[in-house]
């Protein structure tokens, strides 16, 4: 069954960098659209980034333009978003999603499975 998880995490100062991983268990990721959401506590759960299959199209949620970057590698079957300059805004805990044959509305996948992980928790704090 597909299976997704999220790791990377960590506690950071404003304006430091990191690298969050999406990696994917008992599927390929060649078919799937991959995006990124994040919930801060008390927040709903909102959308950050979507790559295409291939990569060839990349979109960001313009609270993060600029500073976010997804990426993929299909042969890792694995899935990257990396953050810098990092605000305490962007503290919360981030989920990927697939979605087979979807493209990036937006910055979203226009479809995703129904499977949330556990997340990884960005802790953004001087």
């Known amino acids: 069954q597909l299976q997704l998880v999220e790791s990377g995490g960590g506690l950071v100062q404003p304006g430091g960098s990191l690298r969050l991983s999406c990696a994917a268990s008992?599927?390929?990721?060649?078919?799937?659209?991959i995006g990124w959401f994040r919930q801060a506590p008390g927040k709903e759960r909102e959308g950050v980034s979507c790559?295409?299959?291939?990569?060839?199209?990349?979109n960001y949620a313009d609270s993060v333009k600029g500073r976010f970057s997804i990426s993929r590698d299909n042969a890792k079957n694995v899935v990257y978003l990396q953050m810098d300059s990092l605000k305490p805004e962007d503290t919360a805990v981030y989920y990927c999603?697939?979605?087979?044959?979807?493209?990036?509305?937006?910055?979203?996948?226009?479809?995703?499975?129904?499977?949330w992980g556990q997340g990884t928790q960005v802790t953004v704090s001087s």
């Open positions: 999603v697939a979605g087979r044959g979807s493209y990036c509305s937006g910055y979203v996948p226009s479809r995703y499975e129904d499977y």
């Open positions: 008992g599927f390929s990721l060649d078919y799937y659209a």
């Open positions: 790559i295409s299959t291939r990569g060839g199209s990349t």
